[in-house]
């Protein structure tokens, strides 16, 4: 299966076949055509433009492999600046005392799962991790995080009936984690849009008080251009740490990873595949880069000429 | 807010020619999809006056673009004569279906009409007492069933029990679910047929729930709904967030698909009619 965009640059490169460089000329009608296939996957306009010019200086001067199509080839070596670009410096969640991570991100995002299925990770890692019901908002949110929790198998903190301040919900769970034998506190909080200011300072004084050790932003696969808007404002306000990629079971191309990736310059650092709790894993840059592509399996292709 | 799109358009191109990459940037920050950005520049790039386009121009060009691919009135929610209406609503996970769900059953009830839930979610953790918490706030009666029951099941009682009570509206609240689920999509259709056993041409309206930041994805969800269950419509929400909703132009652009509500907040009353003449001045 060759992928959309190659097939598209096939015709570009239609003469170039097996004898020729890649060059300003003949790239401009290409670069337009990989500028379309990114816009087209939700990589937001600034963000595809940069990428395309910094990948057009590789590209240059480059010979055309024979048995490959031209287009293939550039297509492959933006696969392999994306991975690098998606991938750079991923490291693990970081675990030391207290270890807090705060789940943070858009209405419907996916931070409740998220944070059940983080515990449940967790948990097969060897670890004791305690949820914690911070959305004091949305109704039956507390109960939602209470019945993954249950599900699996790791305490929960619940507010008192009817509080509505998050900063002494914050202290009670603090609290109430340092008498628990779990040591990794995961604090669920309610969604929220990144320009409403009130609810923004809400959370960021929450971290304040919490000062966890990761601040992860729990964003959808399928978010559009406003993703640079989001990760820019959750960033500023809250100084994130990673991010967690949702609903990549769909048919989303994720090209907003790359954009939240890139403005805020913290790594991707879990991906969720699916509903259940177990559909959740470490993130693969490669997988996301081919997918955003809109590629098969044209990298084996490109490396078998 | 999402408004003002047009307005920094303007405030771009003022005083200066057209900058076609800038204004293609512009059309493109609002998720309108290519197609419709592409039709926007043709109908510029045509334009005998192209070279010294003014900034004005270009705003009345791009929002009569929109305009005419928008339908001119909106459909509004009519009770039917003597039976009960069903509204279904679907969409994938996160949009905001048991909100929405809500949020319409409020804006029947402030005009005037008896109003009854389903709360057809029987898989998410939660979310039969999430629409729960809703029917108690607005008072209203709610048909609920157990987890992993079957909510085709459940919207049948449901519409014997509204039916029964003379109930105008049923709105019934399903799971989120990927389009790419073929099991979870045919779920939905055997709601539907299960619906019609009671009334041939229930649920009237099946309306798919669509967030306001989601990108390019959005008109592939429109597309998969309306063949496994022949949408009336789409409600858009959370344009009180920075996500322009462009995609609901797409989606009545490529689909013809209307756009009927828009969702602007978590609260019951943040719902209204969608009407395209203001949509394009003030969200685009
Ligand atoms: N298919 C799929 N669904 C997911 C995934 N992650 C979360 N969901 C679903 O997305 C919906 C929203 O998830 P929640 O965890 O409630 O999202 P949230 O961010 O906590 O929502 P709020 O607290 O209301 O802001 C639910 O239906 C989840 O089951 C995923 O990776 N794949
Ligand atoms: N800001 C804002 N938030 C909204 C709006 N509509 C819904 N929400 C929020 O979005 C989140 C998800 O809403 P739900 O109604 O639970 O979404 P759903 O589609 O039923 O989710 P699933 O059943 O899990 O698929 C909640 O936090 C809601 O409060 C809106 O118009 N604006
Ligand atoms: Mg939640
Ligand atoms: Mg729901």
Redesign the interface.
């Given at each position: 299966m060759f992928s959309l965009l190659a097939d598209k640059l096939q015709d570009v490169f239609k003469d170039l076949r097996g004898h020729g460089k890649i060059t300003e000329t003949n790239i401009t009608d290409a670069m337009r055509a990989v500028r379309m296939a990114l816009l087209e996957a939700d990589v937001e306009f600034n963000v595809a433009k940069g990428f395309i010019a910094r990948v057009k200086e590789k590209a240059l001067g480059e010979e055309v492999l024979r048995g490959v199509h031209p287009g293939q080839q550039i297509v492959k070596i933006f696969h392999d600046e994306l991975t690098a670009l998606l991938g750079g410096d991923n490291e693990p969640l970081n675990l030391e005392k207290p270890a807090r991570i705060m789940m943070v991100g858009l209405n419907g995002a996916g931070k409740t799962t998220s944070s059940a299925k983080l515990a449940m990770w967790l948990k097969k890692q060897g670890k004791a991790p305690l949820l914690i019901a911070c959305d004091l908002h949305r109704p039956a949110a507390i109960e939602q995080l209470a019945t993954l929790a249950r599900q699996v198998g790791v305490p929960c903190f619940t507010p008192p009936p009817g509080e509505k301040d998050v900063l002494k919900v914050g202290r009670l769970a603090a609290d109430w984690a340092k008498e628990q034998p779990g040591n990794v506190q995961i604090y669920d909080t309610a969604g929220r849009q990144e320009i409403d200011e009130p609810l923004i300072q809400e959370i960021k004084a929450l971290r304040e008080f919490l000062q966890p050790q990761e601040v992860l932003l729990v964003a959808d696969a399928a978010t559009g251009q406003q993703a640079v808007s989001v990760a820019t404002h959750f960033h500023q306000a809250l100084n994130i740490t990673g991010l967690v990629l949702t609903k990549l079971d769909g048919d989303a191309r994720g090209g907003a990873a790359l954009s939240m990736r890139q403005v805020t310059q913290r790594p991707i650092k879990f991906a969720g595949i699916g509903e259940k709790l177990d559909q959740f894993e470490p993130f693969f840059p490669d997988r996301l880069a081919g997918r955003i592509l809109g590629m098969g399996d044209i990298i084996g292709l490109v490396e078998k000429a | 807010?999402a408004f003002g799109f047009f307005k920094s358009l303007i405030q771009k191109f003022s005083g200066k020619p057209v900058d076609w990459d800038e204004l293609e940037?512009s059309l493109?920050?609002?998720?309108l999809g290519?197609p419709m950005m592409t039709r926007i520049m043709t109908a510029l790039q045509g334009r005998e006056d192209a070279e010294k386009l003014t900034a004005e121009t270009v705003v009345k060009v791009a929002r009569e673009e929109i305009i005419k691919v928008l339908p001119r009135d909106s459909v509004t929610l009519r009770p039917l004569a003597s039976k009960t209406k069903v509204i279904l609503v679907v969409g994938?996970?996160?949009?905001?279906k048991t909100t929405s769900t809500a949020k319409l059953a409020y804006f029947l009830q402030r005009k005037g009409h008896s109003v009854m839930l389903a709360a057809a979610d029987t898989?998410?953790?939660?979310?039969i007492?999430?629409l729960?918490?809703?029917a108690e706030r607005l008072n209203i009666d709610i048909v609920k069933g157990q987890y992993n029951s079957d909510p085709a099941a459940l919207c049948y009682e449901a519409y014997q029990s509204a039916d029964r009570k003379n109930v105008e509206f049923l709105i019934c609240d399903t799971a989120?679910r990927?389009?790419?689920?073929t099991n979870l999509m045919g779920e939905l259709g055997k709601v539907k047929r299960v619906l019609a056993k009671a009334d041939a041409q229930a649920p009237h309206e099946t309306l798919l729930v669509v967030?306001a930041?989601?990108?390019?994805?959005?008109l592939?969800?429109a597309k998969e709904f309306h063949a496994a269950t022949g949408l009336t419509g789409v409600i858009v929400t959370?344009l009180?967030?920075?996500?322009?909703g462009?995609?609901v132009v797409a989606i009545q652009n490529e689909l013809g698909i209307p756009t009927r509500f828009i969702g602007t907040g978590?609260k019951m009353e943040d719902l209204a009619f969608f009407e395209s003449r203001q949509f394009v001045e003030q969200m685009l």
């Open positions: - | 807010m940037e493109i920050r609002a998720d290519v994938v996970n996160g949009t905001g898989f998410r953790a939660a979310a007492e999430q729960g918490v809703w989120g990927l389009h790419t689920k967030d930041t989601t990108g390019g994805n959005a592939q969800q959370k009180d967030g920075s996500g322009k462009g995609c978590e």
